[in-house]
Nanobody, 115 residues
Framework: VQLLEFGGGLVQPGGSLKLSCAVSGLTFSTAAMNWYRQTSLSDGREWVAYITSPDTGEVTNYDHSVKGRFTISRDNAKNMVYLQMNNLEPGDSGVYYC??????WGQGTQVTVSS
């Protein structure tokens, strides 16, 4: 199983970024997908958002700190999961990881929100 994140970078406060995660080596259409992040303020990796599989309705959920600003989505034809991040704040800075059970992590992509 391989998860490869990309799309991170440097953005000013209030700006937007879209992260992508390419998934291979598993049956993507039955996998729930998550985004986590590790920031300078977090104790380890903190959960950000998830999206369930198509057969369970692609239900989404978000941590309260990002709800209304971030949107998780998936493209099942391309085995991709995305995280659209709007109105970014300095506290959103960190390494963002794609994750699916049982214990499959990507290498992470760095997001820096700074003026």
């Amino acid at each position: 199983v391989q998860l490869l994140e990309f799309g991170g970078g440097l953005v000013q406060p209030g700006g937007s970024l879209k992260l992508s995660c390419a998934v291979s080596g598993l049956t993507f259409s039955t996998a729930a997908m998550n985004w986590y992040r590790q920031t300078s303020l977090s104790d380890g990796r903190e959960w950000v958002a998830y999206i369930t599989s198509p057969d369970t309705g692609e239900v989404t959920n978000y941590d309260h700190s990002v709800k209304g600003r971030f949107t998780i989505s998936r493209d099942n034809a391309k085995n991709m999961v995305y995280l659209q991040m709007n109105n970014l704040e300095p506290g959103d800075s960190g390494v963002y990881y794609c994750y699916t059970t049982p214990g499959h992590w990507g290498q992470g992509t760095q997001v820096t929100v700074s003026s």
